[in-house]
């Protein structure tokens, strides 16, 4: 079976911190994609980003990064210099590419907290 | 380019009553995958279609219904409502199997 794993219920920090989201994931599956989304108070799942399982190369975007491993089934994310407009929920997400594409398995999310 | 739009935003129902809602992809997105969200459950996947076919299902009841029309517009429906179907439900599209999903701004169903 799969699972995802965000043992972060809440975290809250101060304006300009940096913070790492940690995301664990299970399957026996060799080929799957995993996700990030956003989810301010409005509700709406923001799509952040996808990584397929054979590119684990780390991704900057901006103030965002991702950091992949598979040795330890690990797809953590960090915020640097965390701005107030951050404060979401976070959650990471597994599909597997075969058969279930269109399924996304998710972590209970992570709710950070970035005060002024 | 238009988002997924989610029609109604906000519904109320009693039990028993039965409820259904409705899901416009993006444009040119060809499957549209639904979740419920609640806050003891988190995001649950309920079902995919693509191309007017069902692909995925979760582990729901069979209370849990869904369609797709030919133009990928969708729709869930759901019978003889319970208190525990009070839920956030969000719809998604994408254009494919394991491409990024898109989502809209959710239902809010409550259940009185």
Redesign the interface.
Known sequence: AQKVTQAQTEISVVEKEDVTLDCVYETRDTTYYLFWYKQPPSGELVFLIRRNSFDEQNEISGRYSWNFQKSTSSFNFTITASQVVDSAVYFCALSLIYNQGGKLIFGQGTELSVKP | KAGVTQTPRYLIKTRGQQVTLSCSPISGHR?V?W?QQTPGQ????LF?Y?SETQ??K?NFPGRFSGRQFSNSRSEMNVSTLELGDSA?Y?C?S?F???????????T?LTVL
């Open positions: 499957s995958s979740y988190g995001l649950q996947f995919e693509f692909r995925n979760g956030l969000l998604a994408s494919g199997q394991a491409a990024e999903q898109f989502f809209g701004p959710g809010r």
